[in-house]
Nanobody, 126 residues
Framework: QVQLVESGGGLVQAGGSLRLSCAAS????????MGWFRQAPGKEREFVAT????????YCADSVKGRFTISRDNAKNTVYLQMNSLKPEDTAVYYC???????????????????WGQGTQVTVSS
């Protein structure tokens, strides 16, 4: 079992930047592919970015491509989401997730993830 704790959310003006962190603990947490998802008020949770187990492969949703970057530091058991050029439509609760054990590549499918953090709020003002 892997435990995930997000941090780094907050209030920022449009055009600004934030870096989210997701600290993982538990059994072989560095061996999991990871993902970031977000849920805006009144909307379904949506995929944001994913990274494979060693950081060699990443993929971002079209809505954030070129603005957001996912990375990881396995020595620190931490995954990051660097968010630049933020827009009001990026306002949401952001969740990190660990993919099912044995699957080392990233995925954009929510159902592929077994463990989820509690989420961190990101609010972008116009």
């Amino acid at each position: 079992q892997v435990q995930l704790v997000e941090s780094g959310g907050g209030l920022v003006q449009a055009g600004g930047s934030l870096r989210l962190s997701c600290a993982a603990s538990g059994r072989t947490s560095s061996m999991y592919a990871m993902g970031w998802f977000r849920q805006a008020p009144g909307k379904e949770r949506e995929f944001v970015a994913t990274i494979n187990w060693n950081g060699g492969s990443t993929y971002c949703a079209d809505s954030v491509k070129g603005r957001f970057t996912i990375s990881r530091d396995n020595a620190k058991n931490t995954v990051y989401l660097q968010m630049n050029s933020l827009k009001p439509e990026d306002t949401a609760v952001y969740y990190c997730a660990a993919r099912r054990p044995g699957y080392y590549s990233g995925s954009y499918e929510e159902g592929e993830y077994r463990n989820w953090g509690q989420g961190t709020q990101v609010t972008v003002s116009s």
